[in-house]
């Protein structure tokens, strides 16, 4: 299954014990997410690491496993679909997770209720996804 992967279910692979971090380990999931991504949890690491209890290590070491996990794709390689995921995207911040779906043709990972007010890319939450890939085995 490919998907495009947001942050907050990314945010959510630093938790040892979450259900975002089976999923993204799975083998059957392949996930991208814009590059700028790696940027924001950069920004945001204190957070993180207070929020789950990690050291400056653990964070890296998750970091570089997610890095692994989840192939971080340059705005570069997906602009042209930007002007189509503007009039799709009910979120400003989220534009560059539909456009980056639009041009790969896939679904977005997300636990936003509000991103799936628009009918042009599947948007499957945590629990949708855990749903299907509990009935494909």
């Not at 977005?108 to 628009?118: F, G, T, V």
């Amino acid at each position: 299954m490919l998907l495009v992967a947001n942050a907050n279910v990314l945010f959510s692979f630093f938790n040892s014990k979450s259900r975002a971090r089976e999923i993204v380990l799975l083998e059957d999931v392949k996930l991208f997410s814009p590059k700028f991504l790696l940027k924001e949890l950069e920004e945001h690491k204190e957070e993180i690491k207070e929020k789950f209890g990690l050291n400056e290590k653990q964070f890296s070491l998750t970091l570089e496993l997610l890095k692994i996990a989840v192939e971080f794709v340059p705005l570069q390689e997906f602009k042209e679909s930007v002007g189509g995921a503007k009039k799709i995207s009910p979120d400003k911040d989220d534009v560059q997770y539909f456009a980056l779906a639009l041009k790969l043709g896939i679904g977005i990972w997300s636990n936003d209720k509000a991103l799936k007010r628009q009918s042009l890319v599947k948007v499957l939450s945590t629990e949708d996804l855990l749903k299907m890939l509990s009935e494909s085995r």
